[in-house]
């Protein structure tokens, strides 16, 4: 059984940093598709980043340049490092892989 458990959610001001993580058990994320989406009040789920199997990554243009994707293979956990924050980062976000998704963990930004 594949589970994904997202952490690190908070609140936080604007300007401020977190960083998320998504472990997994049930199946290896090294050389996986990963990806970050988020949720906010009243609007659909929306994709944040990507991390691709060998290592390369992509973006979602609102958060280009503050947010980074990142995988630890020996701890099976990909990670989501989010600086720089705004406002209208608060969501609940998500990591999905091969059309697992997790729980979710709250993000909300203070202005």
Request: aromatic share 10%; proline share 2%; net charge neutral.
């Amino acid at each position: 059984q594949v589970q994904l458990v997202e952490s690190g959610g908070g609140l936080v001001q604007a300007g401020d940093s977190l960083r998320l993580s998504c472990a997994a058990s049930g199946r290896t994320l090294s050389g996986a598709i990963t990806s970050w989406v988020r949720q906010a009040p009243g609007k659909e789920r929306e994709f944040v980043a990507r991390i691709f199997g060998g290592g390369a990554t992509t973006y979602a243009d609102s958060v280009e340049g503050r947010f980074t994707i990142s995988r630890d293979s020996t701890k099976n956990t990909v990670y989501l490092q989010m600086n720089s924050l705004k406002p209208e980062d608060t969501a609940v976000y998500y990591c999905g892989t091969s059309n697992y998704w997790g729980q979710g963990t709250q993000v909300t930004v203070s202005s």
